[in-house]
């Protein structure tokens, strides 16, 4: 079921996603007084601060502005092995379930996928899945890890587990990638600076558009040369943008005002989970929310509400229905549980406001 945002925006307390977040004033302030040029042609001295400063927050050589963490994912992928190559991907991974099969049909690699209750598997679970030379078998060249872990429920993976598994893939002459759409959520749950989180692997991608509530763009930072392919695979995808200064001043603003405030996010996103485990027939657990994600299970039956030709709809997507007429709007995970996700525009006087509404759609 898709929730349209209705008319009445005032009253809507919007879940679905940290992507809804608007620009801030001092973003469309930057925005309209920045200085522009063809970024492509390399011209574009507002690029060049973003990605500069985003290079230096994630210790990394360079980084590359892209529209999507989607493209910026692809752009890795293209850049890190050749086609035929095989990657290590959790089948819950957002590069594997969420980006329409890109890793196979544009970067042409074939996913070898591993398991794990919070998106990642145990380090020996990882190293039975790498397979010797021998000439039935694609050569792996890349590890894909994500923190914090989207499907999991924004579940964070820690330095230490994260230096094990990357251990694996190091043994093995693997390199890795690390989606980190979420990445400063991920740091702030850790209460580490995000560099601890980026520093053993080659390439990460950070999203400007969710939490740190820039409208557009992604950044996928690593060592030059890699860098420097990302940029071509960027060009190839069609994501080489002209004057992109006028998003990326929203951007810097966002690196450099928004980074601090995810923890306000998490703690609103406690307060929702602690008030849902207190209501009969909601499923949570509790430990699983880390940091903006909440996922959370409804009854299985005791639904009559049909989709719009009459079909019987799934027990989240009526909860969901009945949620949306109270006005608050949140996405389906599969046919029993709901996501909300929390950001700057849910506050801490609206938590009582959505746990009323939860009791009242049940
Ligand atoms: C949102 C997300 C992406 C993709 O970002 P888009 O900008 O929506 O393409 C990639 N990975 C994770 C973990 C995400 O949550």
Not at 4 to 18: F, G, I, P
Not at 302 to 330: K, M
Request: glycine share 8%.
């Amino acid at each position: 079921m898709v929730c349209k945002l209705n008319q009445n925006a005032e009253a809507v307390v919007d879940l679905r996603s940290d992507t809804v977040t608007k620009p801030t004033d001092a973003m469309r302030e930057a925005m309209a007084r920045a200085a522009v040029g063809d970024d492509v042609f390399g011209d574009d001295p507002t690029v060049r601060e973003l990605e500069e400063t985003a290079a230096r927050m994630l210790g990394k050589e360079a980084a590359l502005f892209l529209p999507s963490g989607t493209m910026a994912n692809l752009a890795a992928l293209l850049a890190h092995a050749e086609p035929g190559r095989e990657v290590l991907l959790g089948e819950t991974s957002h590069i594997y379930y969420y980006e329409v099969g890109g890793v196979s049909r544009i970067a042409g690699l074939f996913p070898r996928l591993f398991r794990g209750e919070d998106g990642h598997p145990a380090p020996d679970e990882l190293r039975a899945l790498l397979r010797p030379a021998n000439i039935h078998f694609p050569k792996a060249a890349l590890l894909c890890l994500e923190n914090t872990h989207n499907l999991a429920g924004g579940v964070v993976l820690a330095p230490e587990r994260m230096r094990a598994l990357i251990q694996v893939a190091r043994d093995a002459g693997l390199r890795v990638h690390l989606d980190g759409a979420r990445l400063f959520n991920a740091a702030r749950a850790l209460q580490v600076d995000v560099r601890e989180l980026t520093a053993d692997v080659d390439s990460v991608m950070i999203s400007l558009s969710k939490g740190l509530s820039a409208p557009v763009g992604s950044l996928l930072a690593g060592e030059r040369g890699f860098v420097e392919r990302a940029r071509k695979a960027r060009k190839m995808l069609g994501g080489g943008m002209r004057q992109a200064g006028v998003i990326a001043a929203a951007g810097i603003v966002a690196l450099q005002t928004m980074v601090e405030r995810l923890g306000e996010d998490h703690a609103v996103a406690a307060a929702i989970a602690d008030e849902l485990a207190a209501v009969d027939g909601i499923g949570i657990d509790r430990s699983r929310v880390q940091t903006n994600i909440i996922v959370f299970s409804v009854p299985g039956d005791g639904w009559s509400e049909r989709g719009p030709s009459g079909e019987s709809l799934t027990p989240a997507d009526a909860f969901l229905q009945r949620l949306a007429r109270r006005g608050v709007l949140a996405v389906p995970r599969d046919a029993r549980h709901v996501r909300f996700v929390t950001h700057r525009h849910v506050r801490m006087d609206d938590v009582s406001r959505i746990a009323a509404a939860v009791r009242a759609s049940l």
